[in-house]
């Protein structure tokens, strides 16, 4: 839904890019600021923001009514037909909102679309990816609420493949399980891995034809959307008695996920709470078998920013989300993963999927 509020927090944030104009183009930014999500075709589209709070809209005709929709009317939209391509248009919006000599796009603003444009009114173009990616680290109470369900959904999710899961599946026999619980309780545009045996010890995994076997490890890594928002939980199940080893790792990795949950409080780095979990993982001498980063932000796509990683120096604010999931993975053998979505809050971090973490042995 078109929120003019998400727009003006563009605003200083432009003027610190140092960028006269802001083009936003399909994207998860586009959909963020505006509640559009137009097919991404060949064809170019977006909105283009100026720092005094001015924007207009660029549309191909077969989108216009779409555009209007969502945008409502008091929003101009320069339409443009295939016959004739977007730089009349677009010379059309300049004319009246004016050239901008440094224009920012978004990452989703593709060359053999702006180029053009850019050498025609003599345009420097800017990375300016990090403007929108800003603005939507920080959660509104209405966005945490949403994640909040999201996260209920995943539990109910986790909580009947548990009493699915057995010795004969197929992976692909628990991946349809787990698409038609979720689509039958309101989820949708679900993602996954789910993987038996060795092939857990694969982090992204994305084969299907592994057979539960007895004593086998089964991790389960999913998300899905709903009202507009993502989920993102890891389990990883035990079908029979776990062997010593893989005890020990597990314990390690709750630890590990256990810390950096604990981590999580305004003021620190991300890249505190990817030390803080790493730390323990590597004390107990499995850090090379830890390939990953600790997490990733979550909101309308599952992977956003911040990055909760060694690299990534963003300071947490409250409203801040964010996955933890630190995994082990020794080769040939099995994988153990844990992973939550939380938030940042004054007393701490908030998860939004309440599963057990313990251990679980089927």
Known sequence: MFDKKRINKLLPLMSECEVNALFVSVSPDLEYLTGLNPIDDERFKGICVYPDGRFFALAPTLCLEEFREDLGNEIEIFPW??????????????????????LGVNDSVRAADVLPIALEHGIMLKNARHVVATVRMQKSQDEIDRLCKTG????????????????????RQLQNKLRDVYESIGGEKITYVVCAGPNSALPHYNKSSGVIQENDVV????GGRYNGYRSDATRTFFVGEPTAEQKKIYQIVLEAHLTGESA????????????????????????????HRTGHGIGIVAHESPNISATDYTVLRKGMAFSIEPGIYIPGKFGIRIENCVTVTAQGALAFTKFPREMIIL
Not at 81 to 94: K, V
Not at 219 to 222: A, G
């Open 152 to 171: 209920t959904l995943a539990d109910e999710v986790l909580r009947q493949l548990s009493c699915f899961i057995k010795p004969g599946l197929t992976e």
């Open 219 to 222: 991790l389960i890594d999913f």
């Open 81 to 102: 037909a295939d016959t004739e391509g977007p730089a009349n248009a677009m010379a059309c919006a300049f004319k009246k909102y004016g050239v901008p000599k440094i």
């Open 264 to 291: 999580v409080k305004e003021g620190v780095l991300a890249s505190d709470i990817d030390h803080a979990v790493r730390g323990v993982i590597e004390k107990a001498g499995y850090g090379e078998f830890f390939t």
